[in-house]
């Protein structure tokens, strides 16, 4: 049976395989379609966003904004990401005229399947990335966001050729499809679960791939934390999107001696942003579906509320929670919440608190808040994580001078910014030869100084 697919797949390839995309000028163009088509659509795409799960005002722009600075960064930066790039070699070869010089070549037809909690934005930054190293791009959208990837459908046909940049919509069996082809990279963004399963498929070709996932986020707050600025940022950074963002502070680890002035703030915090009755609040979004409303609200322990615990499941909606004190053994604590139930522990020795940690699947993000560099530099030394923030939260992920991605269950790879153009390009590193000077490295070795012979390249 052919593969549905196969024909948009041969046109990339073929595209590809005539080298049209590995110019200056191909590149920049698809960034002026894409800005095209995000700056000529802005309502129409914030109204989908809306739609599917009532994401609020600035969250949509955000969708919009943000690729919007990739482009600008890579339209700035694109001529010295795309030069050669010298490098260091012996001195033996270099005083022999050899150069040492690194190349950027794009891989070439690549897949990047973007989530549902951010439907746009993680799903053309890494497509952004992808064409300014040169290659033709495959979209796939969530299909738990119907109306944001039909409008995309829409509009991406519009605004490129198919040979260049293509969109598929569907849900597992067009995943399942697409997954068959002997793509040059793929780009995945999503769970752990179906992260393991992109893997696989990408084994049966030896294919590359980067894997944006998720994990249960750490956030540490010490006794010398400024209250107001962690209370804030934690209520910000996990309750935006309704929770549903990878790198949403997953718990706290509040030390003892400040708990339960923090807690005070953290309830202060959350009604300030969305009110006494947050399903009234414009600015707080939905569950993506029932099931994981109901999933969500399943974590909620009402012995343990200290703020929130309602929810409404037909509505997609579960209320900003805090479960306080919780325990490691806590429903909440055993998997990525993913929703805006927020568990806090209390400490009293950080050691222990962060072998507890390090026992856990390595997270994409995690969070201190302190003014103890003793602290702060115990915590970065001794965890594993993708990347944070020290007295923030979740800001590190939109700065394109910090490589943004997991380790271990929370994915593998890092783009962003240069990060992003060197990981959707393979590196040729080449050494220049001097065409008049001869290594004599060659047999027969019999009375040579073999040594004086190879000390060039030491």
Same mark, same amino acid.
């Not at 560099?373 to 020290?390: H, N």
């Not at 490589?403 to 790879?413: E, K, L, R, T, Y």
């Given at each position: 049976?052919?593969?549905? %697919?196969?024909?948009?797949?041969?046109?990339?390839?073929?595209?590809?395989?005539?080298?049209?995309?590995?110019?200056?000028?191909?590149?920049?163009?698809?960034?002026?379609?894409?800005?095209?088509? =995000?700056?000529?659509?802005?309502?129409?795409?914030?109204?989908?966003? #809306?739609?599917?799960?009532?994401?609020? +005002?600035?969250?949509?722009?955000?969708?919009?904004?943000?690729?919007?600075?990739?482009?600008?960064?890579?339209?700035?930066?694109?001529?010295?990401?795309?030069?050669?790039?010298?490098?260091?070699?012996?001195?033996?070869?270099?005083?022999?005229?050899?150069?040492?010089?690194?190349?950027?070549? $794009?891989?070439?037809?690549?897949?990047?399947?973007?989530? %549902?909690?951010?439907?746009? =934005? +993680?799903? =053309?930054?890494?497509?952004?990335?992808?064409?300014?190293?040169?290659?033709?791009?495959?979209?796939? +959208?969530?299909?738990?966001?119907?109306?944001?990837?039909?409008?995309?459908?829409? =509009?991406?046909?519009?605004?490129?050729?198919?040979?260049?940049?293509?969109?598929?919509?569907?849900?597992?069996?067009?995943?399942?499809?697409?997954?068959?082809?002997?793509?040059?990279?793929?780009?995945?963004? *999503?769970?752990?679960?179906?992260?393991?399963?992109?893997?696989?498929?990408?084994?049966?070709?030896?294919?590359?791939?980067?894997?944006?996932?998720?994990?249960?986020?750490?956030?540490?707050?010490?006794?010398?934390?400024?209250?107001?600025?962690?209370?804030?940022?934690?209520?910000?950074?996990?309750?935006?999107?309704?929770?549903?963002?990878?790198?949403?502070?997953?718990?706290?680890?509040?030390?003892? *001696?400040?708990?339960?002035?923090?807690?005070?703030?953290?309830?202060?915090?959350?009604?300030?942003?969305?009110?006494?009755? +947050?399903?009234?609040?414009?600015?707080?979004?939905?569950?993506?579906?029932?099931?994981?409303?109901?999933?969500?609200?399943?974590?909620?322990?009402?012995?343990?509320?200290?703020? *929130?615990?309602?929810?409404?499941? !037909?509505?997609?909606?579960?209320?900003?929670?805090?479960?306080?004190?919780?325990?490691?053994?806590?429903?909440?604590?055993?998997? !990525? /919440?993913?929703? $805006? /139930?927020?568990?806090?522990?209390?400490?009293?020795?950080?050691?222990?608190?962060?072998?507890?940690?390090?026992?856990?699947?390595?997270?994409?993000?995690?969070?201190?808040?302190?003014?103890?560099?003793?602290?702060?530099?115990?915590?970065?030394?001794?965890?594993?994580?993708?990347?944070?923030?020290?007295?923030?939260?979740?800001? #590190?992920?939109?700065?394109?001078?910090? $490589?943004?991605?997991?380790?271990?269950?929370?994915?593998?790879?890092?783009?962003?910014?240069?990060?992003?153009?060197?990981?959707?390009?393979?590196?040729?590193?080449?050494?220049?030869?001097?065409?008049?000077?001869?290594?004599?490295?060659?047999?027969?070795?019999?009375?040579?100084?073999?040594?004086?012979?190879?000390?060039?390249?030491?």
């Amino acid at each position: 049976m052919t593969n549905p %697919f196969q024909s948009v797949f041969d046109a990339q390839r073929e595209h590809f395989l005539s080298d049209a995309t590995k110019s200056f000028e191909w590149r920049i163009d698809q960034f002026d379609r894409m800005e095209r088509m =995000l700056t000529g659509n802005k309502d129409a795409l914030c109204a989908a966003l #809306h739609e599917d799960f009532g994401k609020p +005002p600035f969250e949509q722009l955000f969708e919009i904004t943000v690729p919007m600075g990739v482009i600008r960064y890579y339209r700035e930066n694109l001529k010295a990401l795309m030069a050669p790039e010298p490098v260091k070699i012996p001195d033996g070869l270099e005083a022999t005229g050899n150069r040492g010089v690194l190349y950027k070549e $794009p891989y070439g037809v690549t897949l990047v399947i973007g989530p %549902f909690n951010a439907p746009t =934005l +993680p799903l =053309l930054d890494p497509a952004i990335a992808a064409l300014a190293a040169g290659n033709t791009v495959i979209l796939k +959208p969530a299909n738990t966001t119907p109306r944001t990837a039909g409008l995309l459908a829409d =509009l991406v046909p519009r605004y490129f050729t198919p040979e260049n940049v293509s969109i598929v919509t569907g849900g597992r069996e067009q995943i399942s499809a697409l997954l068959e082809l002997p793509f040059d990279f793929i780009f995945f963004t *999503g769970s752990s679960a179906v992260g393991k399963v992109v893997m696989r498929a990408a084994a049966e070709h030896l294919t590359p791939v980067l894997l944006e996932l998720g994990g249960q986020n750490p956030t540490i707050v010490d006794v010398t934390a400024n209250l107001d600025t962690a209370a804030g940022c934690i209520a910000w950074g996990h309750n935006a999107i309704s929770g549903q963002w990878c790198i949403a502070p997953g718990y706290v680890c509040v030390h003892e *001696g400040v708990a339960d002035s923090f807690i005070a703030k953290l309830k202060a915090a959350i009604s300030k942003m969305y009110g006494e009755d +947050p399903s009234r609040s414009p600015d707080f979004a939905r569950m993506i579906s029932t099931h994981d409303a109901e999933q969500v609200a399943s974590y909620i322990l009402p012995e343990k509320v200290v703020h *929130g615990g309602r929810f409404d499941v !037909e509505a997609r909606y579960v209320e900003p929670t805090i479960l306080y004190p919780s325990e490691w053994s806590d429903p909440a604590l055993q998997q !990525e /919440v993913f929703g $805006p /139930v927020l568990p806090v522990l209390v400490y009293s020795d950080l050691k222990a608190t962060i072998d507890m940690i390090k026992r856990k699947p390595k997270p994409l993000a995690a969070y201190i808040f302190s003014k103890d560099r003793g602290t702060i530099d115990q915590v970065l030394a001794s965890l594993s994580f993708g990347g944070g923030c020290i007295n923030q939260t979740n800001l #590190h992920c939109w700065i394109d001078g910090l $490589p943004f991605g997991g380790v271990g269950n929370s994915g593998m790879g890092k783009y962003y910014g240069k990060a992003g153009f060197d990981a959707l390009s393979n590196t040729k590193a080449m050494l220049i030869g001097n065409p008049d000077v001869e290594l004599d490295v060659f047999p027969p070795y019999k009375g040579k100084d073999i040594a004086k012979n190879l000390s060039v390249f030491s």
